[in-house]
């Protein structure tokens, strides 16, 4: 019996990354072949080789349309990527295509439907992005991790990885803990400029107070870990490029500061950890509808970043105990969906028949 195959265009940031590797790792213990299609110069070449995956890349500009010779210049990138992604798909044969939203997956998708392949689209924040909007006509199905972002769709979740599905619960992981409050500071998987201007001064500031483990991205690494003064507070801060394990961190952490990508809204909710969350100013403002599904229930605050101060943060911490925090991370659980992989999988297979 032949082994079915799964194609999945994701790349660009973590959010759109991990979800799809949670689904192919899946999916591969049912006897699947799993390949990835993706950009060389993102963070999607070094990840999904590490994760035992093949992978295959086309080329692609950022897409901007404000200028027009960028405007110009993406769209002839979209079709190259588009014919490459033909060239690919044909020596492969998928059985089905996964797109994980942003403007990386349209080519492939596309590319896709040209043949008649069964496509599926993923919008993973609660406001539907512009290429899933658009991919949603080229689709054989679209489905959803939150019910906000299209009407009358399938509702699966946030794919999560399985070493955060094992983490234990929140009230395990406070006891007997004691000292400084501990902040995960997560910027994405790019860092944020904001975060990373804020939160040295921040941690400085309250070094009685505080453990930082910061994720801060790959640019300006060694002026950030300047402002820290890493080599006088070595034993109260860690920072790094990026966070590989993720579920030490969280489980390390009493508090968490980020932005609200979608992805990183369902891990939180997932693992049970208090947040503050400073949103990306995006046009449709995803990342605020994001965080406000944890904002409502007593689980996060949210933070307009316009008016963010080292002081307004530190009113805020100064203000909460690893009590109250606690009580945070056992709400944010309410949206917790531990079967999201396998409801995803369930509608790629469905998607099949």
């Known amino acids: 019996m032949n082994k079915k195959r ?147 769709t399938e509702v699966v979740g946030n794919p999560i990885r399985d070493s955060l599905l094992s983490l234990p619960h929140p009230k395990k992981r406070f006891e007997k803990r004691v000292g400084r409050i501990r902040v995960l500071i997560i910027g994405g998987s790019q860092g944020a400029e904001i975060l990373n201007n804020i939160i040295p001064k921040l941690a400085l500031k309250m070094k009685n107070y505080i453990k930082v483990w910061h994720q801060v991205g790959t640019k300006n690494f060694i002026k950030i870990k300047n402002d820290y003064r890493i080599n006088c507070f070595s034993l109260h801060y860690k920072i790094t490029k990026f966070i590989h394990n993720m579920e030490d961190a969280y489980a390390w952490a009493d508090l968490i500061i980020a932005r609200a990508g979608a992805l990183t809204v369902s891990e939180i909710a997932t693992v049970g950890l208090a947040a503050i969350f400073i949103p990306f100013k995006h046009k449709n403002r995803h990342q605020y509808f994001n965080a406000k599904i944890l904002e409502r229930v007593g689980a996060a605050k949210i933070l307009d970043s316009s008016h963010l101060t080292v002081e307004l943060i530190e009113k805020i911490l100064k203000n909460v105990n690893r009590k109250n925090l606690l009580e945070m991370a056992q709400k944010s659980l309410v949206f917790s969906m531990k079967n999201s992989t396998a409801k995803f999988t369930k509608a790629i297979i469905n998607t099949l028949k």
């Not at 079709?79 to 349209?106: C, D």
């Not at 512009?130 to 006509?137: H, P, R």
């Open 6 to 152: 799964l194609m999945i265009v994701a790349g660009g940031t973590g959010g759109h990354i991990f979800p799809g590797l949670a689904v192919a790792h899946f999916l591969i213990k049912q006897g699947w072949e799993i390949r990835w299609l993706g950009t060389s110069n993102r963070i999607e070449s070094k990840i999904v080789p590490k994760n035992g995956i093949n992978i295959n890349y086309f080329d692609l500009c950022n897409y901007n349309k404000k200028n027009i010779k960028s405007f110009i210049s993406s769209i002839i990138g979209f079709f190259r990527a588009w014919k490459k992604s033909r060239e690919i798909m044909k020596k492969w044969k998928p059985n089905i295509v996964l797109g994980m939203g942003s403007y990386i997956s349209i080519p492939g998708i596309l590319a896709a439907w040209s043949y008649n392949i069964p496509t599926i689209v993923h919008e993973q924040n609660s406001i539907a992005g512009l290429s899933n909007k658009f991919l949603k006509n080229f689709s054989s199905k679209v489905i959803q991790a939150f019910p906000t972002a299209f009407s009358e």
